[in-house]
Protein backbone atom coordinates (compact mmCIF):
# COMPACT_ATOMS: atom_id res chain seq x y z
CA UNK A 1 0.00 0.00 0.00
CA UNK A 2 1.34 3.36 -0.59
CA UNK A 3 1.53 6.10 1.59
CA UNK A 4 -0.57 8.30 -0.13
CA UNK A 5 -3.22 5.24 -0.09
CA UNK A 6 -2.50 4.57 3.74
CA UNK A 7 -2.83 8.51 4.81
CA UNK A 8 -6.66 8.35 2.96
CA UNK A 9 -7.60 5.44 4.87
CA UNK A 10 -6.42 6.84 8.05
CA UNK A 11 -8.61 10.15 7.06
CA UNK A 12 -11.50 7.70 6.09
CA UNK A 13 -11.38 5.56 9.34
CA UNK A 14 -11.83 8.86 11.43
CA UNK A 15 -14.63 9.99 9.74
CA UNK A 16 -16.29 6.32 9.86
CA UNK A 17 -16.91 5.66 13.40
CA UNK A 18 -20.55 5.64 13.45
CA UNK A 19 -23.66 7.32 14.92
CA UNK A 20 -22.33 9.34 17.75
CA UNK A 21 -25.43 10.60 19.34
CA UNK A 22 -27.34 8.60 21.87
CA UNK A 23 -30.54 8.61 19.30
CA UNK A 24 -28.52 7.27 16.16
CA UNK A 25 -27.07 4.42 18.73
CA UNK A 26 -30.35 3.52 19.48
CA UNK A 27 -31.36 3.46 15.75
CA UNK A 28 -28.79 1.13 14.95
CA UNK A 29 -28.53 -1.12 18.22
CA UNK A 30 -31.10 -3.89 16.51
CA UNK A 31 -29.55 -3.52 13.05
CA UNK A 32 -28.37 -7.06 12.74
CA UNK A 33 -30.80 -8.71 15.23
CA UNK A 34 -32.15 -12.01 13.54
CA UNK A 35 -33.51 -13.91 17.05
CA UNK A 36 -32.51 -12.50 19.86
CA UNK A 37 -30.69 -15.12 21.45
CA UNK A 38 -28.04 -14.02 22.41
CA UNK A 39 -29.18 -10.73 23.98
CA UNK A 40 -28.14 -9.06 26.34
CA UNK A 41 -30.55 -9.02 29.85
CA UNK A 42 -30.76 -5.49 29.75
CA UNK A 43 -31.89 -5.80 26.52
CA UNK A 44 -34.45 -8.18 26.05
CA UNK A 45 -37.97 -5.93 26.39
CA UNK A 46 -36.43 -4.14 23.42
CA UNK A 47 -35.30 -7.20 21.39
CA UNK A 48 -38.67 -8.68 21.82
CA UNK A 49 -40.18 -5.56 20.66
CA UNK A 50 -38.18 -5.90 17.81
CA UNK A 51 -39.24 -8.95 17.07
CA UNK A 52 -42.85 -8.07 17.43
CA UNK A 53 -43.35 -9.45 21.16
CA UNK A 54 -44.80 -7.90 23.81
CA UNK A 55 -42.55 -7.52 26.69
CA UNK A 56 -44.94 -7.09 29.38
CA UNK A 57 -47.55 -9.97 28.20
CA UNK A 58 -44.09 -12.54 28.38
CA UNK A 59 -43.60 -10.89 32.23
CA UNK A 60 -47.69 -11.74 32.93
CA UNK A 61 -47.27 -14.80 31.67
CA UNK A 62 -44.08 -15.63 33.80
CA UNK A 63 -46.37 -14.08 37.28
CA UNK A 64 -49.39 -16.03 36.63
CA UNK A 65 -47.41 -19.65 35.61
CA UNK A 66 -45.62 -18.57 39.07
CA UNK A 67 -48.95 -18.09 40.93
CA UNK A 68 -50.45 -21.62 39.62
CA UNK A 69 -47.81 -23.78 39.94
CA UNK A 70 -45.43 -21.86 42.89
CA UNK A 71 -44.57 -21.05 45.11
CA UNK A 72 -41.69 -23.70 45.21
CA UNK A 73 -38.28 -24.12 46.05
CA UNK A 74 -35.45 -22.16 44.52
CA UNK A 75 -34.93 -24.79 42.38
CA UNK A 76 -38.30 -25.37 40.87
CA UNK A 77 -38.51 -21.17 40.58
CA UNK A 78 -35.13 -21.62 38.11
CA UNK A 79 -36.28 -24.40 36.60
CA UNK A 80 -39.92 -22.33 36.12
CA UNK A 81 -37.99 -19.29 34.58
CA UNK A 82 -35.76 -21.91 32.27
CA UNK A 83 -38.98 -23.35 30.55
CA UNK A 84 -39.84 -19.58 30.04
CA UNK A 85 -37.34 -18.94 28.18
CA UNK A 86 -36.91 -21.71 25.99
CA UNK A 87 -40.45 -21.25 25.01
CA UNK A 88 -39.82 -17.51 24.03
CA UNK A 89 -36.98 -18.50 22.11
CA UNK A 90 -38.67 -21.36 20.47
CA UNK A 91 -41.38 -18.56 20.13
CA UNK A 92 -38.58 -16.17 18.49
CA UNK A 93 -36.81 -19.02 16.41
CA UNK A 94 -40.17 -19.55 14.95
CA UNK A 95 -41.22 -15.90 14.20
CA UNK A 96 -38.18 -15.60 12.49
CA UNK A 97 -38.33 -18.56 10.08
CA UNK A 98 -41.67 -17.58 9.51
CA UNK A 99 -40.62 -14.03 8.15
CA UNK A 100 -37.27 -15.29 6.46
CA UNK A 101 -35.39 -12.32 7.67
CA UNK A 102 -34.08 -10.13 10.01
CA UNK A 103 -36.07 -8.43 12.79
CA UNK A 104 -34.32 -5.03 12.11
CA UNK A 105 -36.84 -4.33 9.47
CA UNK A 106 -39.63 -3.90 11.87
CA UNK A 107 -37.64 -1.93 14.38
CA UNK A 108 -39.06 1.98 14.16
CA UNK A 109 -36.62 4.92 15.10
Not at 4 to 24: F, M, V
Not at 32 to 55: Q, T
Not at 60 to 70: C, I, M, Q, W
Not at 98 to 104: F, V
Amino acid sequence: MTPELLDASRRNARRSNGPSSPAGKAHVKMNALKHGIYAAPENEPEVMRALGEDPLEFELLKGDLKLTYGPGDPLWLKQLDDLLEDGKRAEQSANVYENKGTASAKVQP
